[in-house]
C-alpha cells in the first residue's frame, strides 16, 4: 500500500469520525439545555472550547448565541471546525483514494456531503436540527459499517481503524474535559442537577445505556469518568480506542516503537485513579493525554507516511 | 404530449436517428417507436433519474480549483438518448482507426531515428523543426514494438452526407474513456427496457484491455508486473478517470511523489512496506512534467530521473514521452500522405480537408475567408484557441487575424463541418444536437479499439463545440450488431 494512500486513508477516517462527534456535541447540548434550570445553563460557549476553536470562533462572530455556535458548528464552510467542512474534507481524502475504497462508500460520502450541505437551512432551524444531526450521525455510522463490510481487511483497514479510534479518543477526552466543568455554583440546592450533567456526558458518546448495563450504578462522577477512560468494552471510551489502535498497528511492518508509545497511553490510562481527580487536575490529565494522543500521531507519520518533504500540509 | 417525430427537423444535417423524409432509420426504429410512447413528464423523469445517478455515483469533471474551496466538480452532463450506430459500419471505421494509428506509431519512431520521412520529401523539415511537442531528449529511443502511442483517441465526425472523417488524433494523454464506460452503466439504470429490444456490444473489457496493453510494456516478465497510473493529482480536470482505470485495472494510482528513481535507475514507489519496484506507468501527466532532470525543471508533478529510467529500459511508460509530436493539427494534415508513405496503403477514414496557414498562399486565403471557416491551432486541446467562423463576430474576427498573422504555423483552417446530429432531450421535449465520436485505440504488440466510444454532444442548439470544459455533454453509444438492424 502507498505511503500517500495509508494517510489519506487514516485521516478521511478521522475526519467522519470528527464530524460524527461534532453532531453528537451539539445534539446533546441542546438537550441539556432544555433540562437544566434557567440562569444555571451553560450556554453554548463550551463547545467552542472543545472543538479548540475559540480564535477562529471570535474571529467571525460576536457573542456565543446560539444561532452563532450552531452555525459556526454545522455549516461555516470557511470556519473548517463545522460539520461540513470536515464531511468536505473526509472527501477530499476520499477522493484522492477512490480507486481504493469501495465504490459505494465512496458515493455514500459524497451523497452525505451534498444532502447535509443541501439541507443546511433545516439543521439551523431550532425545530429541524434534530433530525438533520440524527441524518448525520446515521450517515457516518452508515459510511463506517460500509466500509466494514465491503473493504478487504488489510493494511489500508487498520489505517482506517487506527484513523477512527485515535480521533475517537481524542473527542472522548475533550468532551469529558469540557463538559466535567462544574456546571453549577456551590453547594446549593441545585444537586439533585447534577446528575442530569453527568447523564448529559454520557449521552454526548451515547455511552448512557451501556454505562447502565456495565455499571449498575446511579450516574456519579466517579464511575462515569472511570467508565468514559477506562472500559474496555465501551467502543467509544478512551483505553478501549487505545487498544482497537494497538490491534491495528500490530499487524502493520516496523510497528515496535508506536506499539511501544501506546503502551505507555494504555498504562496511563489504566493506572491513573480518574474517579478521584478534582477539576483542575482532570484537566491537566486530559492536557497531558492530548498532548500524547499528537506524539501517537507523529510516531505513525514517520513510520508509514509520506516525507515530510513530500507532503502537502494538511491540518491536523 | 408524447413526442411527435414529425416536429422534429434537423434540416441540412445528418441526423442519425431519424432520416431524411421523416422516419427512423433501420437501425433506430426501437428507440425511436419506444421514445414515441413516452411524454413529456415520463421524458423528464428519466432524464431526473440519470441526473440523480450521475450526482450519487459522483461521476464528475474538474472544472477549475480555488485555494480554499478545493477542487470544483461539475455533474457530468449526460444525455439519455443513446447514439446508435450499426456494427457494419463501424467495422469498417475500427479498420480506419487501426490503420491510422500504425502509421503513427511508425511516423513517430521514424522521427526518433532516421527521419526517412523528412529524407523522402513527405514530411517537411520546417514543420518539424518547428514543432513543439518534438523531444531531442527522446532521439533513438527504442520502446518495445517500436510503439510510442499505446492509448490514443481519434475524433471522428460525420458530414452532411453521413460519412466518418478523422477530425484530429490525440496521442499525448487523451481522456473521456471512463465516461464512455459510466454512460453505459447509467442508461442501464434508468433506460432498462431497451436493453431488451437490442443488444448493443458491450464495452467494458476496456480496462483489462488496457491493462494488458501496459503490461507487455514491462521490462521484467512476470504475470503480474506492477502497473501504476500517474495522476498530477485530485484538481487536474480528468482526474476522477485516473482514480477509475486505477481501480478498474486494480493498479495503484500514484503521484510524482509517491515515486522516486534510484541508484540503479529503477523506479520505485513509496509503500507502508518500504520502496516497491515499478514496471509501467500509464502516465496522465504531460510529457514536460514528467521529469524535473530532463524537462522542466519546476515541475512538481514529476518524477526527477524518470526519463533515464525509460532509456534504460527499467520502465515502460505510456504514451511514450516525444509521442505527442503527431499530435500536432499540422502533423494531422499530412495522415493521408503518411499512411501512403508507411503503410502503401489508402487511407480507410479521410481527414476532414485542412489548410495550412503556414504556406503563404493559403495564410490569405484564409485571412479573407475567416467568415466561414474554421481555424484552430496546432497545439492546443478541449477546444480553447479557436474560432468557428460562421459563429463568430467581426471583432472576434479581427482579434483572431492578429493571432494568426504572428504564428501561421500554429494554425490550421477546415472548412465548417455540417456535424451530424442525434435527438437530445431538450427542456422535455427532443431536439437535434450536434455530436463526435471519440473511440481510443490501444497498440502494443496488437491492436484493439473500443466498441464505439465516446459520444459528445454540444448541448447548445446550434453549437458545434462539443468539448465538455465548454458547455458539451455526452451520450451513450451503441454499436447494434447486424441482424438488429
Known amino acids: 500500500m502507498l505511503s500517500r494512500v495509508a494517510e489519506n486513508i487514516y485521516w478521511m477516517a478521522r475526519y467522519v469520525e470528527r464530524a460524527e462527534n461534532t453532531a453528537r456535541v451539539v445534539m446533546v447540548n441542546a438537550n441539556l439545555l432544555l433540562d437544566l434550570p434557567r440562569g444555571v445553563a451553560p450556554g453554548w460557549e463550551p463547545l467552542i472550547w472543545i472543538t479548540g476553536s475559540t480564535e477562529l470562533f471570535e474571529a467571525r462572530y460576536k457573542s456565543y448565541g446560539e444561532r452563532q455556535v450552531v452555525k459556526f458548528l454545522l455549516g461555516d464552510e470557511d470556519s473548517a471546525c463545522s460539520i461540513i467542512s470536515y464531511l468536505r474534507q473526509a472527501r477530499e481524502n476520499a477522493r484522492a483514494i477512490r480507486d481504493i475504497i469501495p465504490r459505494e462508500s465512496w458515493e455514500q460520502l459524497n451523497a452525505l456531503v451534498l444532502g447535509t450541505r443541501a439541507s443546511l437551512q433545516q439543521g439551523l432551524t431550532k425545530g429541524g436540527r434534530y433530525a438533520y444531526l440524527k441524518s448525520v450521525i446515521h450517515g457516518c455510522q452508515g459510511l463506517t459499517g460500509m466500509l466494514a463490510g465491503t473493504m478487504n481487511h488489510d493494511q489500508g483497514y487498520h489505517f482506517l481503524r487506527i484513523g477512527r479510534n485515535l480521533e475517537r479518543a481524542d473527542m472522548t477526552t475533550r468532551i469529558i474535559d469540557v463538559r466535567s466543568a462544574d456546571l453549577l455554583p456551590g453547594e446549593s440546592e441545585l444537586r439533585p442537577f447534577e446528575t442530569i450533567q453527568w447523564v448529559s456526558v454520557l449521552k454526548s458518546l451515547t455511552a448512557y445505556q451501556m454505562y447502565r448495563r456495565s455499571r449498575q450504578l446511579r450516574v456519579t462522577r466517579p464511575d462515569v469518568l472511570r467508565f468514559l477512560f477506562q472500559s474496555d468494552e465501551f467502543p467509544r471510551a478512551v483505553y478501549h480506542c487505545m487498544e482497537?489502535?494497538?490491534?491495528?498497528?500490530?499487524?502493520?511492518?516496523?510497528?515496535?516503537?508506536?506499539?511501544?508509545?501506546?503502551?505507555?497511553?494504555?498504562?496511563?490510562?489504566?493506572?491513573?485513579?480518574?474517579?478521584?481527580?478534582?477539576?483542575?487536575?482532570?484537566?491537566?490529565?486530559?492536557?497531558?493525554?492530548?498532548?500524547?494522543?499528537?506524539?501517537?500521531?507523529?510516531?505513525?507519520?514517520?513510520?508509514?507516511?509520506?516525507?515530510?518533504?513530500?507532503?502537502?500540509?494538511?491540518?491536523? | 404530449?408524447?413526442?411527435?417525430?414529425?416536429?422534429?427537423?434537423?434540416?441540412?444535417?445528418?441526423?442519425?436517428?431519424?432520416?431524411?423524409?421523416?422516419?427512423?432509420?433501420?437501425?433506430?426504429?426501437?428507440?425511436?417507436?419506444?421514445?414515441?410512447?413516452?411524454?413529456?413528464?415520463?421524458?423528464?423523469?428519466?432524464?431526473?433519474?440519470?441526473?440523480?445517478?450521475?450526482?450519487?455515483?459522483?461521476?464528475?469533471?474538474?472544472?477549475?480549483?480555488d485555494e480554499s474551496g478545493g477542487a470544483i466538480d461539475r455533474a457530468w452532463p449526460f444525455d439519455i438518448i443513446p447514439r446508435i450506430i450499426p456494427e457494419s459500419e463501424w467495422r469498417r471505421v475500427e479498420e480506419g482507426l487501426k490503420q491510422r494509428v500504425t502509421a503513427l506509431n511508425l511516423f513517430i519512431d521514424d522521427l526518433y531515428h532516421e527521419q526517412k520521412v523528412v529524407r523522402d520529401?513527405?514530411?517537411?523539415?520546417?514543420?518539424?523543426?518547428?514543432?513543439?511537442?518534438?523531444?531531442p531528449q527522446?532521439?533513438?529511443?527504442?520502446?518495445?514494438?517500436?510503439?510510442w502511442a499505446h492509448i490514443c483517441g481519434s475524433d471522428l465526425v460525420r458530414d452532411a452526407d453521413g460519412t466518418f472523417y478523422v477530425l484530429e488524433d490525440n496521442l499525448r494523454v487523451p481522456s473521456g474513456v471512463s465516461y464512455m464506460l459510466e454512460n453505459r452503466l447509467v442508461t442501464k439504470r434508468v433506460f432498462p427496457e431497451l436493453f431488451e429490444d437490442y443488444a448493443p456490444l458491450p464495452v467494458d473489457d476496456y480496462p483489462s484491455q488496457l491493462f494488458d496493453t501496459l503490461a507487455t510494456l514491462s521490462p521484467r516478465p512476470a504475470d503480474y508486473p506492477e502497473v501504476v497510473v500517474l495522476t498530477p493529482g485530485i484538481y487536474n480536470s480528468a482526474y476522477f478517470?485516473?482514480?477509475?482505470?486505477?481501480?478498474?485495472?486494480?493498479?495503484?494510482?500514484?503521484?510524482?511523489?509517491?515515486?522516486?528513481?534510484?541508484?540503479?535507475?529503477?523506479?520505485?514507489?513509496?509503500?507502508?512496506?518500504?520502496?516497491?519496484?515499478?514496471?509501467?506507468?500509464?502516465?496522465?501527466?504531460?510529457?514536460?512534467?514528467?521529469?524535473?532532470?530532463?524537462?522542466?525543471?519546476?515541475?512538481?508533478?514529476?518524477?526527477?530521473?524518470?526519463?533515464?529510467?525509460?532509456?534504460?529500459?527499467?520502465?515502460?511508460?505510456?504514451?511514450?514521452?516525444?509521442?505527442?509530436?503527431?499530435?500536432?493539427?499540422?502533423?494531422?494534415?499530412?495522415?493521408?500522405?503518411?499512411?501512403?508513405?508507411?503503410?502503401?496503403?489508402?487511407?480507410?477514414?479521410?481527414?476532414?480537408?485542412?489548410?495550412?496557414?503556414?504556406?503563404?498562399?493559403?495564410?490569405?486565403?484564409?485571412?479573407?475567408?475567416?467568415?466561414?471557416?474554421?481555424?484552430?491551432?496546432?497545439?492546443?486541446?478541449?477546444?480553447?484557441?479557436?474560432?468557428?467562423?460562421?459563429?463568430?463576430?467581426?471583432?472576434?474576427?479581427?482579434?483572431?487575424?492578429?493571432?494568426?498573422?504572428?504564428?501561421?504555423r500554429n494554425y490550421i483552417a477546415q472548412p465548417t463541418l455540417r456535424l451530424s446530429t442525434v435527438p437530445t432531450v431538450v427542456d422535455s421535449q427532443v431536439e437535434p444536437r450536434h455530436v463526435d465520436l471519440r473511440p481510443f485505440i490501444l497498440s502494443a504488440d496488437r491492436q484493439y479499439v473500443t466498441t464505439g466510444g465516446l459520444t459528445r454532444v454540444a448541448l447548445r442548439r446550434g453549437s458545434l463545440v462539443v468539448n465538455s470544459s465548454q458547455g458539451g455533454g455526452s451520450k451513450d453509444t451503441w454499436i447494434v450488431p447486424q441482424g438488429e438492424e
Not at chain 1, 497531558?288 to 494538511?314: C, K, M, N, R, S
Not at chain 2, 408524447?2 to 437501425?27: A, H, L, T, V
Not at chain 2, 527522446?138 to 510503439?147: A, D, E, F, M, S
Not at chain 2, 534510484?262 to 509501467?280: E, K
Request: proline share 7%; hydrophobic share 40%; charged share 25%.
Open chain 1, 244 to 316: 482497537a489502535v494497538e490491534a491495528s498497528i500490530a499487524p502493520l511492518p516496523r510497528s515496535d516503537s508506536a506499539l511501544r508509545l501506546i503502551g505507555r497511553i494504555k498504562r496511563q490510562i489504566q493506572e491513573a485513579d480518574v474517579g478521584s481527580l478534582r477539576q483542575d487536575d482532570l484537566h491537566a490529565y486530559i492536557d497531558a493525554l492530548q498532548l500524547i494522543f499528537g506524539d501517537l500521531h507523529g510516531e505513525i507519520a514517520t513510520t508509514w507516511f509520506l516525507p515530510q518533504a513530500q507532503v502537502q500540509t494538511q491540518s491536523a
Open chain 2, 138 to 147: 527522446c532521439v533513438g529511443v527504442n520502446p518495445p514494438y517500436g510503439v
Open chain 2, 1 to 65: 404530449m408524447p413526442i411527435d417525430w414529425k416536429q422534429y427537423r434537423s434540416e441540412g444535417f445528418y441526423d442519425e436517428i431519424i432520416g431524411p423524409r421523416g422516419g427512423p432509420r433501420r437501425s433506430a426504429r426501437h428507440l425511436a417507436r419506444h421514445l414515441a410512447q413516452m411524454d413529456a413528464a415520463e421524458l423528464t423523469a428519466r432524464q431526473a433519474a440519470a441526473d440523480l445517478a450521475i450526482t450519487e455515483m459522483g461521476i464528475t469533471f474538474t472544472v477549475y480549483c
Open chain 2, 241 to 408: 478517470e485516473h482514480a477509475y482505470l486505477a481501480q478498474q485495472m486494480g493498479c495503484e494510482l500514484v503521484e510524482g511523489r509517491d515515486l522516486f528513481v534510484d541508484d540503479d535507475d529503477c523506479v520505485y514507489m513509496r509503500t507502508v512496506d518500504g520502496p516497491a519496484r515499478v514496471d509501467v506507468i500509464y502516465r496522465r501527466v504531460d510529457d514536460l512534467f514528467l521529469d524535473p532532470e530532463a524537462f522542466r525543471p519546476d515541475s512538481m508533478l514529476g518524477v526527477p530521473g524518470l526519463l533515464r529510467a525509460w532509456k534504460a529500459g527499467n520502465v515502460g511508460l505510456a504514451n511514450a514521452p516525444g509521442a505527442g509530436v503527431a499530435d500536432d493539427k499540422v502533423v494531422y494534415s499530412y495522415v493521408p500522405e503518411l499512411i501512403r508513405y508507411y503503410l502503401d496503403q489508402d487511407p480507410v477514414i479521410p481527414n476532414v480537408p485542412t489548410l495550412r496557414c503556414m504556406e503563404p498562399e493559403v495564410l490569405k486565403h484564409v485571412l479573407t475567408n475567416l467568415d466561414t471557416l474554421v481555424v484552430k491551432p496546432a497545439n492546443e486541446s478541449g477546444g480553447y484557441g479557436m474560432i468557428v467562423g460562421p459563429a463568430s463576430t467581426q471583432k472576434e474576427r479581427e482579434a483572431f487575424a492578429v493571432q494568426l498573422r504572428k504564428d501561421p
Open chain 2, 121 to 135: 520529401g513527405v514530411f517537411p523539415e520546417a514543420v518539424l523543426k518547428s514543432s513543439s511537442n518534438f523531444r
